[in-house]
């Protein structure tokens, strides 16, 4: 193709998780809350149908959410910047960091979209294995890396580092350490805390999973607030709409519901947990809505295959000397029956 980057032309392009039309599907494979979201989301989005709200842009720094967040999460609201989901801030801090021919790291197995936003950008991009048990190496090897990238928890493992050791880990780190949060509403500790006073860390935080408003398309970054305003000249001044913009200050303002949510959410997954330990897999203990499961007596892309063909969609996943394993998130309790159900007909 005449024209297009040369970067651009030899990526292959991230492979987004399947979104399959079918409703009859069982869906493990995106970790999308299985619960709608909060009622007071779909008002929002009501009220923001009304009047002219539709024919004016929106407000281009989403105030009224930052006010709403910095209460909510006790942070500074001009620390705060607003995405068209988590993934668009990631692309502002690859844009904001990264020159061409730049360096990007993370470690592996992780998310996958970090190796392509090097790619677009022309960077490249330097993985760093976890150790065995999902730590990252007693002093990291990469030093002076442009742009770092360490999801906590992670994904495929569900596992997550410690705030005392994020804050090591941005010592050594030196430059830009974004803490990739989608799914720390989970789990039981965050990073949040150390945005400002560690002045290289970046939170970056999703709506797409706690929320359940993954086709809302919002999401958030955390920094301290002279990188903020910085970041702002990066991003598309109406990145996010006049109704994600309802929708997520909505959501965020009604904690209560989403704790409900998140109980019944944790419960499944302890449930989850032990039966498919009976049923033979090696289930890594999560912080996070999926369990990242693996077999060393038979090949899992077969189960996989076959629970696709059952109706049941979990996120087959192989990474370079590592492995392949299956990522499933946690439904409602009847989908999980079903998922269990096809799985003992199956192995
Ligand atoms: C889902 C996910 C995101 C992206 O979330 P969006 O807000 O939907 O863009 C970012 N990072 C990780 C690790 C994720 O799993």
Not at 146 to 154: C, G, R, Y
Not at 264 to 285: S, W
């Amino acid at each position: 193709m005449p024209g297009i980057r040369q970067n651009v032309q030899e990526m292959s392009g991230y492979t987004p998780g399947e979104q399959l039309n079918d409703p009859d599907i069982v869906k493990l494979n995106t970790n999308e809350n299985p619960y709608p979201p909060s009622p007071r989301v779909f008002e929002a989005i009501q009220a923001a149908m009304t009047g002219d709200k539709l024919r004016k842009y929106p407000q281009p720094t989403g105030d009224a959410f930052r006010k709403a967040a910095g209460r909510v999460l006790g942070v500074d609201p001009d620390s705060i910047l607003i995405g068209n989901g988590s993934d668009d801030i990631l692309t502002i801090l690859t844009r904001a960091y990264v020159p061409e021919g730049g360096r990007i790291v993370s470690p592996t197995p992780s998310y996958v979209l970090y190796r392509s936003l090097a790619e677009i950008q022309g960077a490249k991009f330097e993985t760093v294995p976890f150790t065995p048990d999902w730590g990252v190496p007693s002093s990291w090897p990469v030093a002076g890396a442009d742009l770092t990238f360490l999801p906590n928890p992670n994904s495929p493992s569900g596992t997550a580092l410690r705030p005392e050791r994020i804050e090591r880990l941005a010592a050594e780190v030196g430059g830009p350490l974004v803490l990739d949060e989608a799914y720390t509403d989970f789990a039981e500790w965050n990073g949040l805390a150390l945005v400002g006073r560690v002045k290289n860390l970046i939170v970056t935080r999703s709506f797409s999973k706690y929320y359940a408003l993954a086709g809302i398309r919002f999401g958030f970054g955390a920094a301290d607030p002279a990188m903020a305003r910085e970041l702002l000249k990066v991003k598309d001044s109406y990145n996010c709409d006049v109704l994600s913009l309802a929708a997520a200050t909505a959501a965020i303002e009604d904690q209560a519901y989403y704790a409900d949510l998140r109980a019944k959410i944790l419960a499944t997954r302890g449930r989850m947990v032990v039966a498919l330990t009976e049923l033979g897999f090696q289930v890594t203990p999560s912080q996070a809505n999926f369990l990242w499961c693996r077999r060393t007596d038979r090949p899992v892309k077969p189960v996989y295959e076959q629970l696709k063909q059952r109706k049941v969609l979990v996120r087959y996943m192989s990474y370079p000397d590592y492995g392949d394993g299956l990522r499933i998130s946690v439904g409602t309790p009847a989908e999980v029956e079903k998922l269990l159900s096809e799985l003992k007909a199956i192995l």
